[in-house]
C-alpha cells in the first residue's frame, strides 16, 4: 500500500520548526496521518473524532481494529469533555502527572467514534508532555488519536528513523524531533471501580501508590483472548513490541552458558545485557544495571540488535520488582515468540 512518498523533516535541520509544525497540523485536519515525538515513543497521530481519518491508522499499523487507541490532548479540561465519568482518583493522578507517560481510561462520550475504541465504552486519554507532540496537538486543535508509530506487534520507534523504516511509502509526514527515550506511558483503567494497571510504564506501580494510597490492581497478563471480543488491552497481548530476530531472554548466568554453546555451535548471537564486556562485542549492547537506564534504552537497543541480522537475542533477565515492571513486561513479550530451532 505504498501511496504517499513520505517526508521526513528534522526540526530546525531541514526544516523550520514552526513551518513544519504547521504542515503537519494541516495535515491532521485534513484526515492524514503524521507522526511525531512523544517523551515516550513517536506516535502516529490522526483527527481522532474523524472515523475515516483514525481508519487510516489501523490501515498503515497493519492494527487490528479491535484494539483500542490512545486519545491525547493538551490539558486536563479537553480530556474531561471527553468523558461521561471523572472519579477522584482521575483527579488526583491527573494533577501528579499530567502532562507525562500516563493514560488513563475512562468512560467515552459518544463524541469519541467507535473505531477509536475498538467498540469498547471507554476511551484511554493522555497529555503529553513532549514540546513537538504538545505544538502539534495545539495548532491541530482536535484530540489526537495516536498509537505508537510501529507495524503493529513489531518493536516501537525511539527515533524517526525506525518510523520511516517500518512506514514508508503509508504515510505523508514523519517530524523528526530527535531521539525520545521511554517505554509507552503506563496506561490505568478508571472505568470500573478500583483503579486496574493495564500496562505498566514509565510511572511505577509504587509511584502510583504515593497518590491512590493503595497500589492499583493488576490486569490478567496473556489471558487468551477469542477472536471477535473486543481486548481489555492489547499491550496485553502476549507477543508484542517483538524484534523479528528470535529472541530468548534467561538469568544473567544461564544467558552466558546458551550464548557459550550457541556460539560453539556456529549461530550468530547477540546480547542484551548489564554485564560489561571487555573487548565489547560488535554483537553485544551492553547498558548499565540500573532499571532507568533499560527502560529509556530498550527500544534503541532492540532495534540496533535486530538490524544485526543475527540468529537470536539472548537478553538478561531483569529483576522483578516494582521499578523494572515495564522493561521486564516488554522483554516478557518481546520474547515470547521463542526460538524456532
Ligand atoms: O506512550 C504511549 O502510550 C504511546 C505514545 C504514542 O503516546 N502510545 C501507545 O499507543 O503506546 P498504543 O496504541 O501502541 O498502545 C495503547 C495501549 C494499548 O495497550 C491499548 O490496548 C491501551 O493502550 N488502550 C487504549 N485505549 C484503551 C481502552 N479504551 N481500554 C483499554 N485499553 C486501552
Ligand atoms: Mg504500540
Request: one cysteine or more; hydrophobic letters at 45%; a negative charge.
Amino acid at each position: 500500500m505504498d501511496a504517499f512518498i513520505t517526508k521526513m523533516c528534522t526540526l530546525n535541520r531541514d526544516c523550520d520548526e514552526s513551518a513544519i509544525i504547521r504542515e503537519a497540523a494541516d495535515l491532521l485536519r485534513a484526515g492524514e496521518l503524521v507522526a511525531f515525538p512523544t517523551e515516550t515513543v513517536y506516535g502516529l497521530g490522526a483527527n481522532a473524532l474523524q472515523p475515516s481519518a483514525v481508519a487510516k491508522i489501523f490501515a498503515a499499523k497493519g492494527r487490528p481494529s479491535r484494539n483500542p487507541l490512545i486519545v491525547h490532548v493538551l490539558t486536563t479540561s479537553l480530556a474531561r469533555d471527553l468523558v461521561t465519568a471523572w472519579p477522584d482518583t482521575a483527579a488526583r493522578l491527573a494533577e501528579a502527572f499530567w502532562p507525562g507517560p500516563l493514560t488513563l481510561v475512562l468512560p467515552r462520550t459518544r463524541a469519541i467514534p467507535d473505531i477509536v475504541t475498538g467498540g469498547s465504552n471507554t476511551v484511554g486519554l493522555r497529555v503529553p508532555a513532549h514540546p513537538v507532540a504538545r505544538k502539534i496537538i495545539a495548532l491541530a486543535d482536535l484530540p489526537i488519536a495516536a498509537p505508537s508509530a510501529n507495524r503493529s506487534n513489531a518493536i516501537s520507534p525511539t527515533r524517526a528513523e525506525h518510523v520511516l523504516a517500518d512506514l514508508k511509502g503509508r504515510i505523508p509526514l514523519i517530524v523528526d524531533g530527535g531521539p525520545t527515550n521511554n517505554v509507552e506511558s503506563t496506561v490505568i483503567d478508571l472505568s470500573a471501580g478500583l483503579p486496574r494497571l493495564l500496562r505498566p510504564g514509565p510511572i511505577s506501580t509504587d509511584v502510583l501508590k504515593e497518590v491512590l494510597g493503595a497500589e492499583p490492581t493488576m490486569a490478567e497478563g496473556s489471558v487468551p483472548i477469542p477472536e471477535d471480543a473486543p481486548l481489555p488491552s492489547p499491550g496485553q497481548l502476549r507477543v508484542h513490541y517483538a524484534p523479528s530476530t528470535p529472541s530468548v531472554m534467561l538469568p544473567a548466568d544461564e544467558a552466558d552458558a546458551l550464548v557459550a554453546k550457541l556460539s560453539a555451535s556456529g549461530k550468530v548471537v547477540a546480547r542484551l545485557t548489564s554485564r560489561s564486556t571487555e573487548p565489547c562485542s560488535p554483537m553485544t549492547v551492553a547498558l548499565l544495571p540500573h532499571w532507568q537506564d533499560w527502560q529509556e534504552r530498550l527500544y534503541d537497543a532492540l532495534h540496533m540488535l535486530d538490524e544485526l541480522g543475527a540468529d537470536i537475542i539472548v537478553v538478561d533477565e531483569p529483576p522483578r520488582n516494582p521499578q523494572w515492571a515495564a522493561v521486564y513486561d516488554r522483554l516478557k513479550r518481546a520474547c515470547a515468540r521463542g526460538v524456532p530451532w
